[in-house]
């Protein structure tokens, strides 16, 4: 298939997908709920963010440890059965970079972990201080007594 076709059959199918954008309106409806299949507006759900670093710290973390544990000893035990081979410092080379790879995906998820829970209460104060940004706007002024409210 030629640019030409391949360009044509491109175009004919973003035309037959509905539209993503919308220009000439906004949403009016309630909040979504947060999570998959809400609107596409921004949102944040505490509670997922607290079980996702919660399930990195009693589910991630621990097989991690217990994995990397498992093939250091078994590279280990490996290197010393070809004691005196090439093979063996081969296999302690790998052990050594495997050790410091799963040192930093600890560390990575450590970060991820510290950064979900932190994020949350990140969002929260963020919250109020634009709550408390916006309520002096948001009071009725005292000029309104003095103009009937506008009839519908």
């Not at 759900?45 to 990397?68: L, M, Q, V, Y």
């Not at 560390?107 to 979900?116: F, N, V």
């Amino acid at each position: 298939m030629g640019f030409e076709e391949e360009w044509a059959s491109s175009k004919a199918a973003a035309a037959r997908q509905p539209g993503g954008m919308r220009l000439d309106g906004a949403y009016d409806g309630p909040f979504p709920p947060s999570g998959p299949g809400g609107d596409k507006d921004l949102n944040s759900s505490p509670a997922r963010k607290t079980a996702a670093a919660n399930d990195i710290e009693t589910d991630f973390e621990p097989h991690t440890k217990t994995a990397g544990a498992w093939a250091d000893e078994a590279t280990g035990t490996a290197a010393k059965a070809f004691a005196g081979w090439a093979t063996a410092a081969g296999l302690t080379k790998a052990q050594e970079r495997w050790g410091k790879s799963v040192t930093a995906l600890l560390g990575r998820l450590a970060g991820e972990k510290s950064a979900l829970r932190g994020t949350t209460g990140y969002f929260q104060k963020n919250d109020f201080g634009v709550g408390n940004d916006f309520a002096p706007l948001l009071r009725p002024s005292s000029l309104s007594q003095f103009s009937p409210p506008p009839h519908a």
